[in-house]
């Protein structure tokens, strides 16, 4: 059902003239159900409706789980003690490996730093843009003749989770090249401002690891999502949902992500993370 077209170079230019499409061999656009949104407001939209169902929100800190039996019975909060649960869910994002690791389980997720950074490029005017994802970068427009861009680091790897200094070289040696040879009017570009986020990178092959585990079966795993879980959330939130309240996949069959492939050693592969 995705209206996803593949085209030629020559289509992309009549398309979008204002890129170099001379070293291409295609490209693929979405026509249609394609776009980006704010994820703070998105998270707070789902906060708003989950409260309007009666959910409780606790700010604290996890510390450890209780387990009995073979269950997850309560969760360790520093501030409030033993909160008990009859399911528990792992959505710890970069800490999912700590939290595992209370229930003595390996999870091969870590945090990835990514560096964002604005940029004004007065010459590249392009109320028509989508979202560009080249080969070493990805760009959309933002505001005016501002944009957002961003790469992978070629020395990627993990990180500590609370390192956000931002790899400000980035931009100057690795993506402007890059940008300027596919869109010449980021001849002249400005960096207004950055900041800095991580991935829950998923080690074993970047998708999301989802469901409960075999030996733990009231515990529950969303787990390294390697930046998609955003896009991912709806769908995922919804099933995961669904197979707490029935104990299986409903509305959609996630089998595919569970956590089984991770203690099998199966990757199922996204090769599209940037």
């Avoid at 959505?91 to 964002?116: F, H, I, S, Y």
């Avoid at 401002?193 to 970047?206: E, I, K, P, S």
Wanted: aromatic share 10%; proline share 7%; hydrophobic share 40%.
């Amino acid at each position: 059902g995705a209206a996803t077209e593949v085209w030629t170079p020559v289509q992309t230019a009549d398309r979008f003239p204002w890129l170099n499409t001379e070293d291409l061999t295609a490209a693929s656009f979405g026509p249609r159900d394609e776009g980006w949104f704010d994820n703070m407001g998105l998270l707070s939209g789902f906060r708003a409706a989950a409260k309007a169902q009666g959910v409780s929100f606790v700010t604290d800190e996890a510390v450890g789980l209780d387990m009995t039996g073979g269950r997850v019975t309560g969760v360790h909060l520093k501030k409030y003690g033993l909160a008990p649960c009859g399911q528990a869910v792992n959505a710890a994002g970069t800490r999912a490996a700590v939290v595992a690791g209370w229930a003595g389980l390996d999870l091969p997720v870590e945090p990835r730093k990514r560096t964002v950074f604005v940029i004004d490029a007065p010459n590249a005017r392009h109320p028509d843009a989508p979202l560009l994802v080249d080969a070493g970068f990805y760009l959309r427009p933002e505001h005016g003749t501002q944009w957002i861009t961003a790469t992978v680091p070629d020395l990627d790897g993990p990180c500590d989770a609370t390192d956000f200094d931002p790899d400000l070289h980035l931009f100057e040696d690795v993506i402007w090249e890059q940008l300027y040879h596919r869109a010449p009017g980021f001849d002249a570009v400005k960096v207004v401002r950055h900041w800095v986020g991580h991935y829950a990178y998923n080690t074993l092959d970047q998708n999301a690891i989802l469901g409960p585990h075999p030996y733990l079966p009231n515990l529950f795993f969303m787990n390294g999502f390697s930046g998609h879980g955003l896009q991912q959330s709806p769908a995922i939130g919804r099933g995961l949902a669904e197979h707490i309240l029935t104990g299986g996949w409903q509305s959609l069959d996630l089998s595919d992500l569970s956590i089984n492939r991770v203690i099998a050693g199966k990757p199922f592969l996204e090769k599209a993370v940037v």
